[in-house]
């Protein structure tokens, strides 16, 4: 059974920066690709970043591009989010997701396995 486990959330000011990380377990990491989306309250799941099995293509919400950068170590079965620069915007619970299939894409459903998530707090 395919698990996935976010961590390295917090609370930070404006401007800090963090690093999550999705632990895989289940199955082969290296045949999945990995998103990574975000959830507050009453909106929509937003699309963050995503990341091919091989981790030669990557896809960057337009929200986050040049902040955040998605990466992959399929020998510790962890994908990576770091997010520099952050502002309050990017306060939600961010969630990592996997999929077989193949390409990457920005919506929810193409995504077959979802960890539980990991809250950040930006303060102002």
């Known amino acids: 059974q395919v698990q996935l486990v976010e961590s390295g959330g917090g609370l930070v000011q404006a401007g800090d920066s963090l690093r999550l990380s999705c632990v895989f377990s289940g199955r082969t990491l290296s045949t999945y690709a990995i998103g990574w989306f975000r959830q507050t309250p009453g909106k929509e799941r937003e699309f963050v970043a995503a990341i091919n099995w091989r981790g030669d293509n990557r896809y960057y919400g337009d929200s986050v591009k040049g902040r955040f950068t998605i990466s992959r170590d399929n020998a510790k079965n962890t994908v990576y989010l770091q997010m520099n620069s952050l502002i309050p915007e990017d306060t939600a619970i961010y969630l990592c997701?996997?999929?077989?299939?193949?390409?990457?894409?920005?919506?929810?459903?193409?995504?077959?396995?979802w960890g539980q998530g990991t809250q950040v707090t930006v303060s102002s």
């Open positions: 997701a996997g999929t077989r299939a193949t390409g990457l894409r920005n919506y929810a459903s193409w995504y077959d396995y």
